[in-house]
């Protein structure tokens, strides 16, 4: 996709859409993957800018646009964009699907595959194994008292005994799915079943 660096919000790809054409500037490294393997087979050209000029992509929007000015960037038009976004298209929704039953399936199957005894990084890396072709933005896991000490359980080296709690966000497509599984090795405290139930 445009991201390298999963932790940033910034792409390595700007798309140049104007009455005429879209054109996908991106960097000198990325050019030829972004071209066969993300654009293929749609109308969208690709320009190659070097790497290492800093405001290279900009610069190169400016100059097929003709102007010195800034072009109007996605955040300019969000207002009016993001009702359009917030309806999936049958495609879309196609793809959710799809990507629901890949998640569903790697946690529910990693979660079978655990035993007591194996850590909370074992099981991460079970699932994210089990995930070919989807990113994993967000995995967490808690094993025991820590699903209940933190709302957000990075994996660690705890080892699972009576629970586990899996929580995954796949993304493929630019599509999100998250999901939250439970499994119990032991029956849950009366406190715990009456809480269950009560959800």
Same mark, same amino acid.
Request: charge should be negative; avoid cysteine.
């Given at each position: 996709? !445009?991201?390298? $660096?999963?932790?940033?919000?910034?792409?390595?790809?700007?798309?140049?859409?104007?009455?005429?054409?879209?054109?996908?500037?991106?960097?000198?490294?990325? %050019?030829?993957?972004?071209? @066969?393997?993300?654009? @293929?087979?749609?109308?969208?050209?690709?320009?190659?800018?070097?790497?290492?000029?800093?405001?290279?992509?900009?610069?190169? +929007?400016? =100059?097929? $646009? !003709?102007?010195?000015?800034? &072009?109007?960037? @996605?955040?300019?038009?969000?207002?009016?964009?993001?009702?359009?976004?917030? #309806? $999936?298209?049958?495609? @879309?929704?196609?793809?959710?699907?799809?990507? !629901?039953?890949? %998640?569903?399936?790697?946690?529910?199957? +990693?979660? &079978? %595959?655990?035993?007591? !005894? $194996?850590?909370?990084?074992?099981? #991460? +890396?079970?699932?994210?194994?089990?995930?070919?072709?989807?990113?994993?933005?967000?995995?967490?896991?808690? %094993?025991?008292?820590?699903?209940?000490?933190?709302?957000?359980?990075?994996?660690?080296?705890?080892?699972?005994?009576?629970?586990?709690?899996?929580?995954?966000?796949?993304? =493929?497509?630019?599509?999100?799915?998250?999901?939250? =599984?439970? =499994?119990?090795?032991?029956?849950?405290? &009366?406190?715990?079943?009456?809480?269950?139930? +009560?959800?």
């Amino acid at each position: 996709t !445009g991201h390298i $660096l999963q932790s940033s919000e910034t792409a390595i790809v700007a798309m140049l859409v104007t009455r005429d054409d879209v054109v996908a500037i991106t960097q000198n490294m990325e %050019a030829a993957r972004l071209a @066969d393997e993300e654009l @293929d087979g749609l109308d969208v050209d690709v320009a190659s800018v070097p790497w290492w000029e800093p405001r290279a992509i900009e610069v190169e +929007a400016l =100059r097929r $646009l !003709g102007t010195s000015r800034s &072009a109007v960037r @996605d955040a300019d038009l969000e207002p009016d964009l993001v009702v359009i976004r917030s #309806v $999936l298209s049958d495609l @879309d929704r196609e793809r959710m699907a799809i990507l !629901g039953q890949i %998640a569903r399936v790697a946690v529910e199957g +990693a979660l &079978a %595959a655990a035993r007591p !005894g $194996l850590n909370e990084d074992e099981l #991460v +890396a079970d699932l994210v194994g089990r995930l070919p072709g989807a990113r994993v933005p967000v995995v967490l896991a808690a %094993a025991d008292g820590r699903i209940e000490r933190y709302r957000h359980p990075l994996p660690g080296a705890t080892p699972i005994r009576r629970r586990v709690m899996l929580v995954l966000v796949a993304e =493929r497509w630019g599509l999100h799915v998250a999901l939250t =599984r439970i =499994r119990e090795f032991e029956p849950p405290d &009366a406190d715990l079943t009456g809480r269950i139930e +009560a959800v």
